[in-house]
Nanobody
Framework: QVQLVESGGGLVQDGGSLRLSCAAS????????MGWYRQAPGKQRELVAT???????SYADAVKGRFTISRVSAQNTVYLQMESLNPEDTGVYYC?????????WGQGIQVTVSS
């Protein structure tokens, strides 16, 4: 079992910044991929960014150049630095880990960007 706990969400104005954190604990295997996903009201969950245990990153087109994903593997923690936020970034953000076996998800954290 793996537990993922997100923190750092909240309310921010258009153009503002937030940093999300996700702390993973439990049976974490390597290699793995950790990522952030989001779900806006009435929409499907979508990929935001991923980072492998080797440090390779990928981003959704909508966030490229504005969001940065990073991780501290020794602490099993992944971060999402979000800049130039806009109302379209509003949603529940989920942390996830993919490794051998089942995927695991955090409980999600709300990010609201006001116009």
């Amino acid at each position: 079992q793996v537990q993922l706990v997100e923190s750092g969400g909240g309310l921010v104005q258009d153009g503002g910044s937030l940093r999300l954190s996700c702390a993973a604990s439990g049976r974490i295997l390597s290699p793995n991929v950790m990522g952030w996903y989001r779900q806006a009201p009435g929409k499907q969950r979508e990929l935001v960014a991923t980072i492998t245990s080797g440090g390779s990153t990928s981003y959704a087109d909508a966030v490229k150049g504005r969001f940065t994903i990073s991780r501290v593997s020794a602490q099993n923690t992944v971060y999402l630095q979000m800049e130039s936020l806009n109302p379209e970034d509003t949603g529940v953000y989920y942390c996830a880990i993919r490794q051998f076996g089942p995927d695991y998800w955090g409980q999600g954290i709300q990010v609201t960007v006001s116009s």
